[in-house]
C-alpha cells in the first residue's frame, strides 16, 4: 500500500526557535493535509493544500504542496511552548481515504 | 456547535469480550470515518459509511470487526472477542460531504485489552 514518509521523527528545540518538517510518497496525492495531534485528543487540521506548488500560511505555520505532487513541508516560525505536540501530514486523492505520516514530535526544551 | 463525539473516551476489555465504540457526527454531517491509531504511527483507515450504507470497509479485518451507521443515532464500532492486539486508539472522522471534503476528527476512544 502507499506510504508517507515523514521527518524527522521528533525535533527537540528552544522555544523562539523555527521548524521544519517533511513528508514524502512514491505516490502522487490531489491534496496534502497537515494536522497537529495532542495527547488524549483526535488530530486537528492546521492546514489544507490543494495545487501543486501552491503556499499557505496559518498564522506561525506554513505549508507547501511539492511541485512533483509527491512532497508537503510544514514550517514553524518562532516556537513557542504551546507548539508542542505530534504533528501529521496526509495525503489524499480524488477520493477520501487519507493516507498518514508517521507523524513528527515537537518538543521544546526548557 | 458541537464537534464529533466519541464514547467512551477510554474502554477496558479482557480478552474475548466485546468492544462498542460510539461515534456521534458534527451536526449536518452523513458521512462517517473510523480509523485506528497504534502508539508511535499515524492513523489507518478502516471503514467509511453513509447512513445506513457502507462505502468501504476495505481498511477493516473481516473477521471480529464490523461498523454500522443507523439512520437514528450515532455510528456503531463493534469488535468481538477483543485480543490484546486491539488495543488502540480508535478515532472517528465525518464529513458533510464524501469524496475529499474535510474530515473532522473527534477526540478517540483508548481501547485496552487486559
Known amino acids: 500500500g502507499q506510504q508517507l514518509n515523514q521527518s524527522p521523527q521528533s525535533m527537540f528545540i528552544q522555544e523562539g526557535e523555527d521548524v521544519s518538517m517533511n513528508c514524502t510518497s512514491s505516490?502522487?496525492?490531489?491534496?496534502w493535509l497537515w494536522y497537529k495531534q495532542e495527547p488524549g485528543e483526535g488530530p486537528v487540521l492546521l492546514i489544507a493544500?490543494?495545487?501543486a506548488g501552491e503556499l499557505t500560511s496559518n498564522g506561525r505555520l506554513t505549508a507547501q504542496f511539492g511541485i512533483t505532487r509527491k512532497d508537503s513541508f510544514l514550517n514553524i516560525s518562532a516556537s513557542i511552548p504551546s507548539d508542542v505536540g505530534i504533528y501529521f501530514c496526509?495525503?489524499?486523492?480524488?477520493?477520501?481515504?487519507?493516507?498518514w505520516g508517521a507523524g513528527t514530535k515537537l518538543i521544546i526544551k526548557p | 456547535n458541537a464537534g464529533v463525539m466519541q464514547n467512551p473516551r477510554h474502554l477496558v476489555r479482557r480478552r474475548g469480550q466485546e468492544a462498542r465504540l460510539r461515534c456521534s457526527p458534527m451536526?449536518?454531517?452523513?458521512?462517517v470515518y473510523w480509523y485506528r491509531q497504534l502508539p508511535e504511527e499515524g492513523l489507518k483507515f478502516m471503514v467509511y459509511?453513509?447512513?445506513?450504507?457502507?462505502?468501504?470497509e476495505s481498511g477493516m479485518p473481516k473477521e471480529r470487526f464490523s461498523a454500522e451507521f443507523p439512520k437514528e443515532g450515532p455510528s456503531i464500532l463493534r469488535i468481538q472477542q477483543v485480543v490484546r492486539g486491539d488495543s488502540a486508539a480508535y478515532f472517528c472522522?465525518?464529513?458533510?460531504?464524501?469524496?475529499?471534503?474535510?474530515?473532522?476528527f473527534g477526540p478517540g476512544t483508548r481501547l485496552t485489552v487486559l
Open positions: 493544500l490543494y495545487k
Open positions: 496526509a495525503g489524499q486523492y480524488s477520493n477520501y481515504q487519507l493516507i
Open positions: 451536526k449536518g454531517h452523513s458521512h
Open positions: 505516490s502522487i496525492f490531489n491534496t
Open positions: 472522522a465525518s464529513s458533510l460531504a464524501g469524496a475529499s471534503d474535510t474530515q473532522y
Open positions: 459509511l453513509q447512513k445506513e450504507n457502507i462505502i468501504d
